[in-house]
């Protein structure tokens, strides 16, 4: 089954950090989706996963997770040394998320907002629902 991850689609960050996991993984097993987007409103919906949330989130096998468990979810999926990340999954998540906290609350200031979304290439739009 594939993997979802509804991403904030108005952030500079959250739009390179889904051009990075594009580049790193060949065998297209990530789906994406804005979670402004009508998709990534049904998907939040039907997972019961918090509308309000400063998080990437990803749904996988019929489950959601947030911030870092989420970042590390996918880094185990990733090809090269960044599925290596995923042994942070033994930090209990307050200490994880505490540092997941502090990009999120800041990413706009340090990274910015997008107007408009970067158009993809048609190989990679079918990567989006």
């Known amino acids: 089954m594939k993997k979802i991850i509804l991403f ?16 790193r993984d060949p065998e297209a097993i990530f789906s994406f989706t804005s979670q402004q987007g009508e998709a990534g409103q049904q998907m939040i919906k039907k997972h019961h996963a918090p509308s309000s949330v400063d998080s990437i ?8 997770y947030l911030k870092s468990s989420a970042a590390l979810r996918i880094c185990r999926h990733l090809q090269g040394a ?19 906290n502090i990009l999120a ?10 107007d408009q979304c970067t158009l993809p290439t048609p190989e990679v739009r079918k990567r989006f629902l």
Do not use: A, H, M
Request: charged letters at 30%; one cysteine or more; aromatic letters at 24%.
């Open 8 to 23: 904030d689609g108005e952030c500079n960050f959250c739009d390179k950090s889904v051009q990075f996991i594009i580049k």
């Open 57 to 64: 989130i990803l749904i996988e096998n019929d489950t959601y």
């Open 82 to 100: 960044w599925k290596l990340l995923f042994i942070f999954i033994l930090v209990p998540y307050p200490i994880r998320d505490f540092f997941y």
């Open 105 to 114: 609350k800041n990413r706009y200031k340090w990274f910015g907002k997008k």
